[in-house]
Nanobody
Framework: VQLQASGGGLVQSGGSLRLSCVAS????????MSWYRQVPGSNRELVAS???????NYAASVKGRFTISRDNIKDTVYLQMNSLKPEDTAVYYC??????????????????????WGQGTEVTVSS
């Protein structure tokens, strides 16, 4: 399974960006899709998550400004970021918890669940 993120860039404070992340490969279902961000010297932090059942969570620092959404048919997650602030500057990573079906040596299939990360897309907000 591969995750391909896109949409980062340079924007002025108060501006907007939309990140996208597409999952591809051996996918039976994408259980959850999330966005994390990381600045140098700090731990990666959860920005927003969207479960397959529609449950959504946001970090307190982005609530009301960012919106996460999923297209379950396209296995894609989006992050609409509005009212961006310089402190939103970071590398943004998409994450997915995926269920795959693997062929066994006995000729049947088994369920495999794993976590995957995208390559990161840089967001820079100038003041």
């Amino acid at each position: 399974v591969q995750l391909q993120a896109s949409g980062g860039g340079l924007v002025q404070s108060g501006g907007s960006l939309r990140l996208s992340c597409v999952a591809s490969g051996n996918i039976y279902s994408v259980n959850s899709m999330s966005w994390y961000r990381q600045v140098p010297g700090s731990n990666r932090e959860l920005v927003a998550s969207a479960a397959e059942d529609g449950a959504i969570n946001y970090a307190a620092s982005v609530k009301g400004r960012f919106t996460i959404s999923r297209d379950n048919i396209k296995d894609t997650v989006y992050l609409q970021m509005n009212s961006l602030k310089p402190e939103d500057t970071a590398v943004y990573y998409c994450h997915a918890h995926v269920t795959s079906l693997l062929d066994t040596s006995l000729g049947d299939q088994t369920v495999w669940e794993s976590d995957y990360w995208g390559q990161g897309t840089e967001v820079t907000v100038s003041s």
